[in-house]
Nanobody
């Protein structure tokens, strides 16, 4: 199972980035998807999740109102639009596939993980 995350990079505080995560149809079809992040020296934390249909989403408290998760099932791709970025958003961002079709918010509820993409926000 291969999840391919992309779109990370260096951005100034207040800027925006859009991350993408592509998975083979057999990997992502009928499953919820999520984004997590891990900053140096910190535990991996939940960022956002979306159900299989896209009708349900959830967000971590630190990103609510700034980040938006979406998916295009025709392209087997999940997106994370990140606006108003802050230096504390600096981390490696991972996409993951849930164990079911719902928008899950914890690590054990995810079965497969991508390799991560680095986001660096400068002050």
């Amino acid at each position: 199972v291969q999840l391919q995350a992309s779109g990370g990079g260096l951005v100034q505080a207040g800027g925006s980035l859009r991350l993408s995560c592509t998975a083979p149809r057999r990997t992502s079809s009928s499953y919820g998807m999520g984004w997590f992040r891990q900053a140096p020296g910190k535990e991996r934390e939940f960022v956002a999740a979306i159900s299989w249909t896209g009708g349900s989403t959830s967000y971590g408290d630190s990103v609510k109102g700034r980040f938006t998760i979406s998916r295009d099932n025709a392209k087997y791709t999940v997106y994370l639009q990140m606006n108003s970025l802050k230096p504390e958003d600096t981390a490696v961002y991972y996409c993951a596939r849930a164990r079911d079709s719902y928008a899950r918010g914890s690590i054990p509820e995810y079965a497969y993980w991508g390799q991560g993409t680095l986001v660096t926000v400068s002050s």
